[in-house]
């Protein structure tokens, strides 16, 4: 009899424990989207048109966020130094992710130039050129970087558009401009930023401040780019400083990180000024760290 009971209460026990393991539940994913900002000031507005969104998740793959409703148009340089526009509050599986893949409404390099691009840079006199962009509308961008969706709970990812590296003006008389766009994922809740003032500033120069990763700047980050890559590849954000001085770099990681410190003049990079290290990130917090050019070496 006792040894009935023990296999009767074996059996309830891998019952249970196994239901418990097979269990499984939704949360929420709020997504948004930021920019950092491009560094031509002849550039009034990027625009990229959104039609579906995806998410990435190991066991299941690619599955579609049915409760986007697309097609949307962002000028994404209204979405720099730290606004965000909300993309949508999305159910989801409980469990972890990797990718996030953004269907864009653009033309395929190539193609014939459109009259009513979905995707497009806009000037100071108001003209405007297509973004063209290598499979774009049928792969799409993968914006990668794990996050967690917790079981009856919610987690905020901003999903960080890069323009200044994303935007490729080409060579020939008959120039284009191609979007290849880096898109880093940020869990908010994890992020922090870091602000300050730039003092004695020249009359005739800007100043763009770029945050490296600790140790990641090297001298070859400056040089002149070759082909479709970019001045400053590596850096993690940028911002420039407005007519007031201030900058502000956000949604960046917890960790330490370098300040690139540039000059800029009628748009065209001048000089690295100075590099200020080891400047603390916290998450949801704001540094403070100003900089007087005067003192950077």
Known sequence: MKKLMFIILAIALTTFFTSCDKETG??????????????????????????????????????????????????????????TSLLGSFTLEG??????????????????????????????????????VPSGSQSGFKAV?????????????????????SVIR???????????PVIRLVVENQAGRIVGNVTNIPEDKD????????????EDEAADPVGEATRFPNAVSSDRADEMGIYHIAFLAEGLYDLVVT???????????????????????????????????
């Not at 009628?266 to 949801?284: A, C, H, M, P």
Request: hydrophobic content about 35%; glycine content about 10%; proline content about 5%.
């Open 170 to 180: 080409t060579g020939g008389f008959l120039h284009r401009y191609i979007l290849r």
């Open 207 to 218: 100043v763009v401040v770029y945050a490296y990763a600790d140790g990641e700047y090297t």
């Open 26 to 83: 939704s949360g929420i994913m709020k997504l948004s989207l930021t920019d950092a900002p491009i560094d031509g000031a002849d550039v009034t507005g990027v625009f990229i048109t959104i039609n579906e969104i995806q998410v990435h998740n190991p066991d299941n793959g690619w599955m579609v966020l049915d409760e986007f409703e697309g097609p949307e148009t962002f000028n994404l340089l209204d979405l720099t130094r730290g606004e």
């Open 95 to 132: 469990g972890k992710y990797t990718q996030i893949r953004f269907m864009l409404d653009a033309p395929e390099i190539g193609g014939v130039k459109p009259v009513n691009p979905g995707c497009y840079i806009q000037f100071e006199d108001e003209s405007i050129q297509p973004l063209f």
């Open 263 to 297: 000059s800029v003049e009628d748009d065209t990079f001048g000089e690295v000024l100075g590099i200020i290290e080891n400047v603390k990130v916290e998450s949801r917090k704001t540094t403070r760290q100003d900089i007087d050019l005067s003192l950077l070496k």
């Open 145 to 165: 970087g794990p996050f967690t969706v917790p079981v009856n709970g919610t987690v905020e990812i901003t999903a960080d558009f890069d323009v200044r590296k």
